[in-house]
């Protein structure tokens, strides 16, 4: 897990100057054929990415999106008039066999159906009508890291392709930066422990943001769990105060991602309830809010789109969620209970 979050940078800058043509070329054929609105398919750490390309289609393209329920095909045989539809599917592995098994029923009903995935010559690849490899190579240990943030950036220049069709510069520019910034925040080792050592005995956390920061949340969670088995709770800032706020004390860790922009602005009352009750608020985000919390940790979010931080958020709680692991006693490595491909039905 720690020599793949160190890939990160190397990965960033690969889909930038490998993948973004291809991408480009994808986008290009798809907005050709003007789909009407967009659905989101995947499971696990892609179904967070998904979310996070929910916002970019809605936000950045102005579709209609939404995120599937694979089980009312797989399970309960629908099958919906899926014409000028964009079905995305996001799978590290393009293995698990729903994901397979609703593309394959979206393609008949009509759909354009796209896989977004780290093996080009998986099922899911071969089933869909178009293919975007996220060029992150091999990832052996059972909690994605490098696959997330790859998959982050393959959908955001996905969305800019499809936002400016013909473009051979659309979103380039914009995240360019990115593999840098991210080479300089997982050099924090040091920052990172300290808040390792501050949560080690924690019993549960709670995680919440909005907007764009939402997913990074959601995922940083899912890491929390799934490595060192604390119950990690993630809510939209919006949803937290609309009763799991009851739950929150003067012991309970929450770690707020703040982006910096529309969504950290919208997420500005929810701190302050925060504060009002006392919790041990974490932020992660701009040096702004964090000066302002009990602990946290200072994003170079200066010139960087609010679109685009999501990929630098999620950088220190991989490795929050990898050094409280270590702290407990426990192998980030070795996941009690997991697979590195998770076969769903």
């Known amino acids: 897990m720690a020599v793949e979050m160190a890939e990160q940078p190397d990965v960033l800058r690969r889909i930038l100057v490998e993948g973004a043509p291809r991408i480009r070329a994808v986008a290009e054929q798809i907005a050709a054929r003007r789909p009407r609105f967009v659905l989101l398919t995947a499971r696990g750490t892609s179904d967070n990415a998904a979310l996070y390309a929910k916002y970019l289609f809605e936000v950045r393209l102005g579709k209609p999106c939404g995120l599937t329920s694979m089980s009312t095909t797989t399970a309960y045989g629908a099958r919906p008039d899926l014409r000028d539809c964009l079905v995305v599917t996001v799978s590290q592995s393009g293995g698990s066999p729903d994901l397979v098994a609703s593309t394959r029923a979206a393609r008949e009903a009509g759909a354009i159906t796209l896989a977004v995935t780290n093996n080009a010559g998986s099922a899911l690849a071969g089933i869909s009508e178009f ?90 969670a899912l890491k929390l769990m799934e490595t060192s088995y604390i119950p990690a709770l993630s809510y939209s800032g919006a949803d937290l105060l609309h009763g799991p706020l009851a739950m929150v004390d003067n012991i309970s860790p ?92």
């Not at 943030?149 to 400016?164: D, F, H, I, K």
């Open 131 to 220: 293919h975007i490899d996220v060029l992150a190579g091999p990832e052996r240990a059972l909690p994605a890291t490098k696959t997330y943030t790859a998959e982050l950036l393959a959908l955001y220049l996905l969305v800019e392709g499809l936002r400016v069709p013909g473009d051979l510069v659309a979103g380039d520019l914009a995240a360019r930066a990115l593999p840098d910034l991210a080479e300089s925040v997982l050099a924090r080792h040091d920052e990172v422990r300290a808040l390792a050592a501050r949560y080690r005995f924690a019993e549960r956390m709670v995680l919440t943001s909005r907007g764009y920061g939402y997913p990074t949340a959601k995922e940083a």
């Open 254 to 345: 929450v770690i707020a991602i703040v982006t910096d922009g529309k969504g950290g602005q919208a997420l500005r009352p929810v701190l302050e309830r925060l504060r009002d009750r006392g919790a041990d608020l974490v932020v992660i985000g701009g040096h702004a809010e964090v000066g302002r919390a009990a602990a946290g940790f200072a994003l170079p979010t200066d010139g960087v789109a609010e679109e685009l931080q999501p990929i630098l958020e999620i950088l220190p709680l991989q490795r929050l969620a990898y050094e409280v692991t270590l702290a407990r006693g426990q192998d980030p490595d070795a996941p009690r209970s997991l697979a590195k491909i998770t076969e769903t039905r």
